[in-house]
């Protein structure tokens, strides 16, 4: 007896199905990984900070004082090629007493370096990001500046460690409760996160507290 092959694959409604479910999964994978990598990408701030928190606590344990002179401190930062994230003081110029310089000086801060009144200076006081999320990059000062909401160059101990809002800071060096800093990281990590407030922003300060003031994706 001859048998009958059946030929009947799937019909057009089960294919649709099928490429829907797909497409589904797809979009998911491609959220979820997004959101994976800019968590990675966001390591890189954390190395940063602790890079300048090393600076500044050498630089204080010889002169008594913190100040934005990162470069001036030995400060490099991470790879030039390949950095998401800016770095250090955009907004604030640095307002350290004189008696506090002075003694600076006494304890052998050469006169002239690390100035007690440093303006915003690239590859000075800060440093900018090198790549981003397509051309959207933390590559201007205006960019990097914009971003950082709540500054001051008269930073004391209560407003550094307790303030939510305070991003980026230092105090006038002139007495145990200003002898403080607050310095800031921020990147393009996430291409739906592309403007400025939307940025990946942390922090970190002279009590080695980093905080995560925006993730950035």
Known sequence: MMKIKNNHGFTLVELMIVISIIGILSAVSATYFSQY?????????????????????????????????????????????KRYYAIGFPTITSAISASAYAQANQNGLAPGDCPRLLAPEIDRSYYLATIGTGSVIVNSLAIFSSGVINSSNALDETTATNSLTMEEGLGDMNSNDTQAFSVVSAGYIHKEFSTPTQSSLMSINHLKQIRIIRTGY
């Open 37 to 81: 990598q800019a968590k990675a990408r966001s390591v890189e701030a954390k190395i940063q900070l602790a890079g300048v928190y090393s600076v500044q606590n050498t630089f204080y344990s010889e002169f008594g004082i913190y100040s934005n002179c990162l470069q001036d401190m030995g400060f490099q930062p991470v790879d030039d090629v």
